[in-house]
């Protein structure tokens, strides 16, 4: 077979980038400040969130605008369980949410799927902001405009383990990376295949016997899914979550993320994350007032001059250098 | 037996009739060729029989199953496949993803999510096999956009074939490409749908006494003549439609 090697080598190709990926993040814990720790934590979880939006748009063609519903749905139902009802186990907090993001998407995918490219795009935008909207007036269970604040670190029922924020660093190393080998190899699956070719020719698909719709509709759901998580570990980062985090700002983020990261591969959206997130601290603090005209500026330059993103011309730059071992 | 049965046919686009009454039957292992002038209505019946389009009325049967309202995919797992006049190939993906997603179209492994695409030994294979036959095995890892216009054509027919229809329909099969082309492509069609029912429009009439062995006639929406190529040939209104009466 032409695409045999040994297994053992290609077991080990295969773990080695996250294992080392991981050591690496988890071996900077002791060295850097919890300032660091905090934005390297912020940057992770965005780029969970922007590899799942990226599933989407991407890899499956769907132009969302309501992806920040899901982000944001797990994040409130995380802070309203520990908040409101006083659940604090992070094994229950971050199943239920998953769960309701699931039934959340369930609901959202059988409505925006109706329609395609731009109505698709309305739909899901109107739907974002219809959550932004409940969350500002349910004030009793969210807090309204204000918020829901004092989300505390995950209760990881640990004996002697007291969350701070190095831990909390680790954790979301850990699902990061599991994120990130669950959607490298879900788009490399005959599933992800099928999303590609829905992608380039959805009615050339259909003629090929696949049901598009139920393969849009489950990447929908999947997606929000990998975004409720991220909307999880967000909650418990910044201990508030608000009903922004559910509307059209951080979804259009998102998007800025995947474009200015470059959506290519699943990678490239984690990219962004960190070059959106890192320009925003650098501006905050040069010049605060001036951040939605710096990170305007840095979309127009990527789309201009970036084509495709940053991370294929990074990737380019350092194979010119040999840097880079592994390709994906 | 019988490998199409359709009854009754029709389909307008508002006033205009595209298709009226249609009724056609073609039994297992024909080779049909659907010949008539543009606008004759050719493509409209492929869409309506691939679901495509709706039927407005009529009946559409495969091997005895019906299938006139159903979607686009049950119809290929039904085993009704087809190929499109203007080249639909999956472009930013390469030559074997294009293969192996047509391959896996009729399997359950289409939503397996975990598993590499390209661990699947026997898809592989077969893969393998069909772009072998097309030649194209070296290029497997170009990406589909990137080849020339022939091979695009190539890739367009054997997407179809691939899922080892019952019934194919072919839209203009040689549409685009240049005389050598042609001949060397009735050939490979011909090597590869030899046992397959086939029904394919074109204008050209080579591909059409290249490969079929029966001619049905489209003329406004109607089924105008039906028979062997020879004697489509020598239907007088036939060569009316295609060459204009001589002025008395």
Redesign the interface.
Known sequence: ???RKPIWRSQIAQWAPYVITGIALVALTPFISDYFKYLITKILIYAVFAMSHNLLYGYSGLFTLGHAAFFGVGGYTAGILIIRYDIHSFWLVLPASILMVLLVAAVFGVIALQAKGLFFLFITLALGQLCENVATKWRTMTGGSNGLVGIPYPDLGLPGLTMNPSYFYILVICVFIVSCFLLY??T???????L??I???E??????????WLHKY?VFIIGGMFAGMAGVLFGHLNGIIIPAHLGISTSTMAMLMVIIGGSANVFGPAVGAAAVTILELVSSIYVPERWPLILGSAFVFVVLLLRGGITPHLVRLLSRFKVFIWKH | MEALRIEGLSKNFGALDVLKDISLRVQKGEHVAVIGPNGAGKTTLLNVISGELPADAGKMHIFGQDITGMARYHRVHAGLARSFQVTRVFGSLTLLQNTLLAIQGMRPSRFQMYRSAFAYEKIIAKAEKLLQLLGLWEKKDELARTISYGEQRKIEIALSLSLEPKVLLLDEPSAGLDLGEVLDFIELIKDMAREKTLIFAAHDMDVVFGLADRVVVLYYGQFIADGTPEEIKANPKVREIYLGVRQK
Not at chain 1, 188 to 194: K, L, N, Q, R, Y
Not at chain 1, 203 to 212: C, E, K
């Open positions: 077979m032409v695409f190899r879900l490399h699956s005959p599933f992800g295949e099928a590609k070719g992608r380039d020719d009615g050339r698909m259909a003629h090929l016997g696949y049901n598009t489950l």
